[in-house]
């Protein structure tokens, strides 16, 4: 996504919440508009907004540990492939609070390294023309960012997040995660902010 450089930070979290002046979620409508700098923020927040069915934890204990970064922009918002890579799978996880339109694409810099990238959110249609297989140079236009009515109900953004074991999981992969397995899952989900020069 262009204007990374000059995106604003912004937490999720209670205290986020509070510093934005809203309550215990994101106002319904607010959003990144035309002209305003991205807002970026949210890998290993310990989120209250995750509030949906799809958040439900086995033990009782919900998923609220975000394990990616979310980049808030204008809804039709240009996704681009940081680096080279194939798409592994794609689909619409449509239910509430999900990500909606989803990609997930496969990178092998090396022969001996393999690491896998999530884009969730985007546009319907984002996944047209797809099929697993199909590459991207780094540069690409990989989608656009979903309406909150596509995107599973969020505020225009980007969900990206980095994977180093994606088992078998097909379009689709966990981006938060129990509190009590918080470690185990950053080893798998690093910070992908240094990956996109993020500060």
């Not at 140079?137 to 109900?153: F, I, K």
């Not at 078998?168 to 240094?194: L, M, N």
Request: hydrophobic share 35%.
């Amino acid at each position: 996504m262009a204007g990374l450089a000059t995106a604003r930070p912004i937490r999720l979290d209670a205290g986020g919440l509070q510093a934005e002046g809203w309550g215990s979620d994101i106002p319904a409508g607010w959003a990144v508009q035309p002209g305003e700098p991205l807002r970026v923020g949210g890998y290993d927040e310990d989120r209250g907004i995750y509030d949906s069915d799809v958040f439900a934890g086995e033990g009782g204990e919900r998923r609220t540990v975000h394990l990616g970064i979310d980049i808030f922009a204008p809804a039709g918002s240009d996704v681009f492939a940081p680096i080279h890579g194939r798409v592994h799978s794609f689909q619409d996880n449509d239910n509430l609070k999900d990500y909606g339109p989803t990609v997930i694409l496969e990178h092998m810099p090396e022969p001996d390294m393999i690491f896998w990238t999530l884009y969730g959110h985007l546009s319907r249609d984002s996944l047209e023309d797809l099929y697993v297989g199909k590459e991207f140079a780094q540069g690409d236009r990989l989608a656009a960012l979903g309406e909150p009515d596509v995107n599973g109900g969020w505020s225009p953004h980007l969900h990206f997040q980095l994977i180093l074991d994606i088992g078998d999981r097909i379009g689709d992969f966990p981006g938060v995660f129990k509190r009590s397995e918080r470690d185990h899952w950053q080893t798998i989900c690093p910070d992908p902010r240094p990956f996109l020069g993020i500060a």
